[in-house]
């Protein structure tokens, strides 16, 4: 995972609700099997509107998406993700996110920011007015600032720990290895499965 | 000393904890991770490239839904490569496989529990987020992005910091020509398309209880659509029978030591939930949606709303409908029954009952595809096949099919759907083109009056 430290950069103000991740990428893109390759598909239907955000030069290079509440919701495609970070996005700044599209942004180091609806309401404004303005997220404080913008923001520290260091769950969870093999000695034989276990080690 | 009274999901939840530390989300134990093609790929890459084994390929099992064909004609190249990768991926891992034009096929929330996999108090994960569907029978299921997939694969746990709980009770009788289609729809205009989010729902009450199985995964399925990645229903005599007649079911003892553990999993008495909402069963009708989330949603009795708000308007520019135009003179071009929310034999078995010496109304398309393999076996048995050919449907094979419109069974530009699946986002059946979502009965009477109807409304 890419680790998250602080970053600065110009937004993008995209202010709908509910965005849903068929928004992000509709679902025809999602036959590849690599993680790449996502961004050129972003808001795919939106885009064909010369008129929509992300097609304004003066929106060039934005890498902060700032947007309305209960952004990524409806499928669990971890590809919406993708796009987002192929696009060139660091961080999201919304009133409320949902649950899977949250994990998945911090499985992959998109960094999803709850703000209240009137910060994102404030910072959407002055990106409005100036396309130019910079916006610094910074996950070591807690903190997103703009020009007369000082904002902190909540996330656990277990979260906020691995993606600063970037860390691999997988290598974190096997440190717990004993424990998951003697979960398993605990389950009832009777439990579903679908071939015989696998041979015991040694 | 007695403990605390606990709802069914914390009895799950609290019963799969392998490691827990203070300040750290709870390690839980999955006990059977459903696969399919589209959002496994890249996790079986990861495991190839950190060197990793599958830890517990005797509780994965995988199939091709998502992006299957369902009728005749060539299969685009892109989606072939997609699942020769989930083949070439089951076999050097050794998962199980139900591949395309396999009597197991079908979608992947369709054939878990039709196998006996899907049993009470397991934790049930899948790279889909109707995962939830899993939840009717009393099992803890939610759906996964794909990283998580990787996780899973590789330790056959999940890392999750535990979600609140929040009790949904229905009570009374539901009115005729109500369905669990109809509870879930109104459920969701009610508590909104975020009311779940944080949240693993319990649906609890008489009507909810008045369910068949079939129904509790429709009510279940759609969780998600409120936002909540889990929605549970407390096993009963009614989940056991369920479970006596599948493959995976465990037998003689076992069985008895199986009923009396999932006996104790329904909520505790005096058990408290972290938000409660209560709906009367009587005062539900049929539902549409008029809008692009599927809280955008009214009685067939009611006209398309004014907006209130400018998501609405938009929502109601990208559907083309104007406020107080009756749901009733909506006209669709499609019906599509079939996806993980309707695709089982009762629903099959409604929407034929209604269809049996009926034709479809002049220039509608109409198809229907059945849930998986199995089920299109069972219906075809039944005679059920017949009834909707005659009626003017297409008989499909097992797919996700129109429901994300990843294979060719689309919307075009423009075109409009009575569509018994679970998102009516924009551009989701096909780009550019307008879901309506119903119940199979609706559906069915819509497929025949050309106009959303009850089946009342078409008289005897």
Known sequence: ?????????RALPLDRADVDTDQIIPAVHLR???????GPFLFEAWRKDPSFVLNRPEH??????VTGPNFGGGSSREHAVWALEDHGFRAILAPSFADIFRNNCTKVGLLPVELPETAVRTLMGLVAAEPATEITVDLRARLVTAPGVEQPFAMDDFTRWRLLEGLDDIGLTLRHEDEIAAFERSRPARLPSLAPPPAPAG | MGTAPMTLAEKVW??????????????????????????SPEAFDGLRMAGRALRRPDLTVATMDHNVPTGPGPIDPVSVRQMEALSRNCREFGVTLYPTGDRGQGIVHVIGPQMGLTQPGLVIVCGDSHTSTHGAFGALAFGIG????EHVLATQTLPQKRPGTMAITVEGDLPPGVSAKDVILGIIARIGTGG?????????GSAIRSLGMEGRMTVCNMSIEAGARAGVVAPDDTTYAWLERTPHAPTGPAWEAALEEWRSLPTDDGAAFDAEVE?????LRPHVSWGTNPAQTVTIDDVVPEPADDAAARALAYMALSPGTPIRDIRPDTVFIGSCTNSRLTDLR????????????????AMVVPGSMLVKHQAEREGLDEVFRRAGFDWRDAGCSMCLGMNPDQLAPGERSASTSNRNFEGRQGAGGRTHLVSPAVAAATAVAGHFATPEDLGP
């Open chain 2, 196 to 204: 779940g989010v944080g949240h693993i729902l319990e649906y609890r």
């Open chain 2, 279 to 283: 709906i009367d069963a009587g005062s």
């Open chain 2, 14 to 39: 609290e019963r799969h904890v392998v490691h827990r530390a203070e300040g750290e989300p709870d390690l839980l134990y999955v006990d059977l991770h459903l696969v399919h093609e589209v959002t």
């Open chain 1, 32 to 38: 590849r099997i690599e993680r790449t390759g996502f």
């Open chain 1, 60 to 65: 060039a290079g934005a890498t902060i998406l």
């Open chain 2, 146 to 149: 794909t990283s998580e997939v």
């Open chain 2, 350 to 365: 409604e929407a034929a009952a209604i269809l049996r010496g009926r034709r479809v109304a002049p220039g509608l398309r």
């Open chain 1, 1 to 9: 995972m890419r680790a998250f430290t602080t970053h600065t950069g």
